[in-house]
């Protein structure tokens, strides 16, 4: 994509009358005002400067809206075609921004707060003693370290993935078949897996997998009394719906890749094996380095499981950080103390992240 | 006659056929391990699904077949109002399941729908023109869009529930749809990024100097084209927000309930039977099993167009 000047080159000839772009601006700004103006009073409201009989905070929203829809046509008003072709980025950016970067400024404030959602003193500013408290929280540690666990589970996930595209790619008959089964559960809620495998077909007394183990030989399975065994269970749940998601962006590179490479590479002699690695495996670099990230990303949302089959136990040895902040809030209703942790661990994600991003790039770019 | 000239014709020599057995173990291992991950995936949802049509004793002898090892009863789907009998009389438990259903239906529907629509138009934009926004361009556009799947619901989560209690959006369907788009728009913009990215700018030139405006032009000419496109992204979505759990169990409480906080608030319980528990269950995953083999094609398409550029 070209960094400088339109894909599309459009001559257009805009001429707007001087009272259009008055009318533009003046809704533009008009709604502004109104949109503050009704800030100001409802904070005035909170503050019990005055009484207007606001219960909650609508007003400003619905000001808010207008002020959105107001800019956005005050683009076109003002810009001619410039505003109209602002207009189809305007929307999403409005959107996203008044979703995170305004929530997340917000999240800021309660984090150097003590606010206990249940007491009725509300929100009290205390500066760092979250942090300090944080720092001193065992638990909140563990379920940092449970995540690196869990993250590197994903290259196992990567193996067998890697492995099923290979199969799906082979010549096979009733590939579709294969495709749609393998597909499959990706299609099932974490929380309905939950029960499906966790809470039924791991029970130890009557579930088919305790069946199946005590054939094998263990007297008394127990999927998540210990805490390996139930971190691997979890994992195992985990890997179970998310394995097809990365199989499937597996598959799209290997037929992405020309026969006639594997064809060169038999033809001078190179055995299925050698063939892979020596072939396949780097031209596929950059499709599995997308996948495994990708992966990462959706890895450290993992929750949904943990919060229905173990909530964290047994001693917090599945806890991720989401079901961990989770139970915070709904044990103990501290919000203050909750979204510190959360903003940590998005610290910790995006440092993470971005180094894991630039070894990537340096791993997918093509050998010379 | 020769043994040079038979050869070709005849492939039972020593070599060949050796060749031919090591062939035929090739394809025993494909399909045998074709046919163990298809059993590893197919396996649970047979388990749920038979299950539901189980009796206390079939679970606890761990019955698998229906028919040959049990007689299937509908008692998990009587306890859920939904087996034969109950269906025509009034019953609480089908009106609360019909009530989480349809705000499980509305709550995906709307949010994919408006991600679909933010989404494209956005794409569309960033693949076409050149915007400024400040200091930032395209690239940065698109980085910050794409950025915001990094974000872990948690860190929205409790900020939202403040925020909703003030705007009183919580517990409302508005307020989930609000947060399920926000959630799958860099999804969406990824895609459609990719879809539209394919499609030769010529076609709107032609259109425009034909005296087109830019939306007519997107409108009429690019969406169709890009249609497939926005299938993928728009299943894509519907499958991530159906089955969304975090979010919906922290901002609903009663009246917005979604499917997911229904199920996982009898899994809590250690007494709860089997069977309405499996026929919950597969109340649940039906919509999406039926969605994910119809539409396999579509749902591949739209995960497979970041991977390979």
Redesign the interface.
Known sequence: ??????????VTNDDLSSARIAFGRAIMWGSGLILVLMAVLQTGQVQGWWDLGL????PT?YAYLTWAVCLCWGQVLTRG?QG??????L???L??VS??VF??L??VL?ALSDWN?SSVSGRRFNGTANLVRMWNDPFYWNALGNMVWYVLAILVEYAIAF??AL?LN?Q?RAR?F????????????????????G???LEP??G?VA?FARWLGWDTPSFFGDPLIAKLSIMVMDA?TFI??MM??????LQ?IPKEVQEAARVDGASGWRGFWEVTFPLML??SV??VL?RI?FK??L??IV???TSGGPGGATDT??SF??RE?RDRSN?GY??LL??V??VI??IA?TILMKLADRLARPRT | MTAAAETPIFRDSEADLAHRARWAASRTL??G??LI??L??????Y??VT?SFKQAPD??Q?H?VPWLDYEPASLGWRSLGLSPDTLGQPSTPRAEFIKRFTNSLIVSLSASTLALL??S??A????????R?GFM???D?SF??LS????????????????YK???LLDTRIGLI??Y??TV?PIV?WIMRDQF?GIP?EL??AA?VDGL???RA?LTIILPIALPGMVAAFILSL?LT??E??FA??LTSTHANT???M??S???SQGIN?WS??AL?TA??LP??I???LL?RF??KG??A????
């Open positions: 994509m070209s960094q400088q000047g339109d894909l599309l080159h459009v219960t909650n905070w609508r929203l075609e109209k072709r602002a207009l189809f980025v929307p999403a950016v959107f996203v979703l995170t929530p997340l917000f999240g309660i959602l492995g099923l199969l082979a096979i579709k294969f495709r749609v089964a393998f597909l499959l559960p990706l299609m099932l809620s974490p929380v309905a897996v939950s029960w499906m495998i809470k039924s077909m007394r009557f088919p069946r179970w097809p998601f499937i962006m597996l598959l799209a590179g992405a950059p499709v997308t996948a990708i990303i450290l949302k929750a949904d919060i229905t089959v950080v989401t902040i989770f809030y919000v909750g979204t959360a903003m661990y998005l994600i995006v992240m | 494909i399909y391990a074709l991950w298809t590893i995936c197919l396996f649970p949802i388990w749920t299950t679970v606890m761990g698998l933010l989404g138009m956005a569309y934009g960033l693949s076409r023109f050149s915007y926004f361009r395209n690239a556009i910050f869009f915001q799947l990094i974000l872990p619901p948690v860190v929205l989560a409790l900020p939202f529930l403040v925020l003030a705007l009183a609000l947060l788009t926000l728009l913009i990215a700018t709107e030139e425009l405006t830019v939306w997107f499958v159906w089955n759990y975090f169990a922290l499917l997911p906080v199920v996982a009898q899994t809590g089997w528990m499996a269950s649940a995953i999406l099993l969605l994910g083999i396999e749902i591949i995960m497979a970041g991977a390979v550029k």
